[in-house]
């Protein structure tokens, strides 16, 4: 018997969708970062069409917005911030990220990014330093209370 090989019934909403990185941080001060690329994955034996949406779509410009991507290929997709202001800081925003199959119409799959704008990106690498200094002063501490000589010698005496 001659078995026909059938491709999987894919369920709306449930292929993966593999995008890079998962979060867009621009920094008000840092004119290189008003400008940022998503690169999209399509690892599937089949071609992808995708979609860009934005929870707030006045404040960034998206280049190809829509398109397609190539079985076992990538595409970027360039981001940029249009409204650095203040008043803009810390908010967090979101794209979503759409794909489905080159012939049909609904969405095989989705991906959300967040994106923030932060005030400098010099106030936040000292931010970030001063969090890792206290995380390994408080490893530090731990582990200084856990290792106790005293116990460490009454359990060697006892053997």
């Known amino acids: 018997m001659h078995q026909q090989k059938r ?8 292929l993966p969708v593999f995008v890079f990185p998962t979060e867009l941080i621009f920094y008000a001060d840092d004119q290189s970062t008003h400008k940022q690329v998503l690169t999209l994955y399509n690892p599937y034996e089949f071609a992808l069409k995708f979609k ?5 779509p006045n404040k960034y410009v998206v280049v190809d917005a829509a398109g397609a991507v190539k079985p076992q290929c ?14 803009h800081y810390g908010v967090i925003d979101k794209f979503r990220l759409q794909v489905s199959e080159q012939s049909q119409r609904k969405a095989l799959g989705r991906k959300e990014v967040v994106a923030t704008l932060l005030p400098s990106a010099k106030e936040q690498q000292k931010e970030e330093e001063e969090k890792r200094i206290k995380e390994h002063l408080t ?8 290792f106790q000589p005293g116990l460490i010698t009454m359990a060697i005496l006892r053997t």
């Open 7 to 14: 491709q999987p019934e894919l369920v709306e909403g449930n």
């Open 52 to 56: 860009v949406l934005c929870t707030t």
């Open 74 to 87: 990538c595409v970027d997709i360039v981001i940029r911030h249009r409204d650095v202001r203040s008043c």
């Open 139 to 146: 490893e530090s501490l731990l582990f200084e209370q856990s």
